[in-house]
T-cell receptor, first 117, second 115 residues
Framework: GDSVTQMEGPVTLSEEAFLTINCTYT??????LFWYVQYPGEGLQLLLK?????DKGSNKGFEATYRKETTSFHLEKGSVQVSDSAVYFC????????????????FGRGTQLTVWP | GAVVSQHPSWVICKSGTSVKIECRSL??????MFWYRQFPKQSLMLMAT?????????EQGVEKDKFLINHASLTLSTLTVTSAHPEDSSFYIC???????????FGSGTRLTVV
């Protein structure tokens, strides 16, 4: 079945450091891929998405490229800020296929990122 | 983008009482609502999927009689935790599904504490 494997945390970085959070997936066909961010005590916010192979999602300096050959969707940011401290979730979904899993999101375990000034 | 209003944002209740959590779609009609539970420092666990006008579909291991889900209209879905106990304390989050490219919106979550 569909699943997401996400890099275990926590990740601790200094401000302006480079960030990579690895995410790989298992799925048949062509799922859509997402990164969500969760700040303490809040719900999840969509950070970026990609709906087909080789798409690059980007937002707020974060980027991730849908790599079908490696079944990966790694999150990167060139220079993190203290305000980026949060939990990041990789997820996949089938938005356009038919079937009982339509619209369902499969989440990774989440990666806690802490950025120090 | 789509907006989901979830209330209350936090609630403290006594053991044995029931608590209702509402998720309201403000600008789209949510055909489907997903309900999640999140334990501290863990990922989201899908509890059930509700569709407007039909019974909810519960995930394996989730008690239907304890977690009552109602989706009476296209804009409102509710989760009622019945006879709550301290082990039901958790963070509950809803997510609306409107199909296609608009199915991304989560509610802000409800922190339930049962004392």
């Amino acid at each position: 079945g569909d699943s997401v494997t996400q890099m275990e945390g926590p990740v601790t970085l200094s401000e302006e450091a480079f960030l990579t959070i690895n995410c790989t997936y298992t799925a048949t066909g062509y799922p859509s891929l997402f990164w969500y961010v969760q700040y303490p005590g809040e719900g999840l916010q969509l950070l970026l998405k990609a709906t087909k192979a080789d798409d690059k999602g980007s937002n707020k300096g974060f980027e991730a490229t849908y790599r079908k050959e490696t079944t990966s969707f790694h999150l990167e940011k060139g220079s993190v800020q203290v305000s980026d401290s949060a939990v990041y979730f990789c997820a996949l979904s089938r938005l356009f296929d038919r079937g009982s899993t339509l619209g369902r999101l499969y989440f990774g375990r989440g990666t806690q990122l802490t950025v120090w000034p | 983008g789509a907006v989901v209003s979830q209330h209350p944002s936090w609630v403290i209740c006594k053991s044995g009482t029931s608590v209702k959590i509402e998720c309201r779609s403000l600008d789209f009609q949510a055909t489907t609502m997903f309900w999640y539970r999140q334990f501290p420092k863990q990922s989201l666990m899908l509890m059930a999927t509700s569709n407007e006008g039909s019974k909810a579909t519960y995930e394996q291991g989730v008690e239907k009689d304890k977690f009552l889900i109602n989706h009476a209209s296209l804009t409102l879905s509710t989760l009622t935790v019945t006879s709550a106990h301290p082990e039901d304390s958790s963070f509950y989050i809803c997510r609306q599904w409107t199909g296609g490219a608009y199915g991304y919106t989560f509610g802000s979550g409800t922190r339930l504490t049962v004392v």
